[in-house]
């Protein structure tokens, strides 16, 4: 009897050391598990990204969908020019982890504001970068900022894909994880914005025998991008066209073939004008460009239009 007892005794505790490891060994694999998911869950980050403008956020957006948490500072270009950064603001955008800014001037504010901006967290972006800029024809003051060099480089479209680039690296450098993602996004909004090329080379070619009178600097990259032609006049202040007695002979010359059309954006443009337009009978065609309230693909499809006009109401 007490044989068969040693025997069962053995025989229980063999059982629990046997329990004993088998539940340390699943244990072991549930933590490693464990562990495991939370490496996935934080590989798949969320960013917290800021733009300037709308114009930025929906570039931003058109490469990162909604995998991301993306906002705008301004809501229109009045309070986007007039911006007085406080430590408030510098602190917000310093917690960021992308901010992303149009550059070349957009933002007379920006370059004393992205020096205070502790970049121990927060990537900073400007997305012009590597673009070929357009000097300013005029002296262009915000307070006491002198402006060199013409910021709506964008209005070419192939500047504004070179932005959209710049978007994309950032992004993939950020979190690299989803870089085909990013790319797949970026691919399909090149896709549409050659549709607007293809659009805006048919015009251009329609437009050939058209010449065309422009004051602003603002519209320089959008017409030299479409090799539209200019005639050459003075301007004075407030955007008055001046002539000399040659450039105004050859005015009339060009107004008597009815192919000469003034392009502007400001309405003063045609105001302060007005008496001269009528004088050589020169339509005047408005172009859009960024004012926090039209897409970039709204603004070209206006645009399109507007310079279609000119041909198919002759």
């Not at 406080?86 to 504010?109: C, M, Q, R």
Request: glycine residues 4%; negative net charge.
């Amino acid at each position: 009897m007490e044989a068969r007892g040693l025997r069962k005794i053995l025989t229980l505790v063999m059982l629990s050391f046997i329990l004993f490891f088998t539940a340390c060994g699943d244990n072991k694999d549930y933590k490693d598990s464990t562990y495991t998911n939370k490496l996935e869950v934080r590989k798949d980050i969320q960013l917290n990204i800021e733009t300037t403008d709308k114009l930025l956020y929906n570039m931003v957006k058109s490469i990162v969908g909604d995998r991301h948490i993306v906002e705008y500072m301004f809501n229109n270009r009045e309070s986007e020019i007039s911006f007085k950064f406080t430590e408030d603001s510098i602190n917000n955008i310093s917690k960021k982890d992308l901010f992303f800014y149009v550059g070349a001037g957009f933002e007379p504010w920006i370059d004393n504001f992205v020096d205070k901006l502790d970049k121990n967290k927060v990537g900073v972006i400007n997305v012009s970068r590597g673009i070929g800029l357009l000097s300013y024809n005029k002296i262009v003051k915000y307070n006491d900022t002198t402006l060199k060099d013409n910021p709506y480089y964008f209005t070419n479209i192939d500047n504004y894909m070179t932005a959209l680039m710049n978007i994309r690296n950032a992004v993939q450098d950020k979190e690299p994880r989803n870089r085909d993602f990013y790319e797949k996004n970026f691919s399909e909004a090149l896709k549409v914005l050659e549709t607007y090329k293809e659009k805006l080379k048919s015009v251009d070619n329609e437009l050939s025998n058209y010449e065309f009178i422009i004051v602003e600097d603002e519209l320089n990259y959008f017409v030299k991008y479409n090799n539209l032609k200019l005639v050459d006049v003075g301007l004075g202040e407030n955007n008055i066209i001046t002539l000399s007695s040659s450039q105004r002979e050859n005015l009339q010359q060009k107004s008597n073939r009815n192919n000469l059309i003034i392009l502007y954006n400001d309405d003063s443009v045609v105001k302060n004008n007005e008496v001269l337009l009528k004088k050589y009978n020169i339509p005047a065609v408005k172009l859009q460009i960024y004012n926090g309230e039209l897409s970039y693909e709204e603004t070209l499809t206006h645009n399109i239009s507007a310079l279609e006009s000119i041909y198919k109401a002759q």
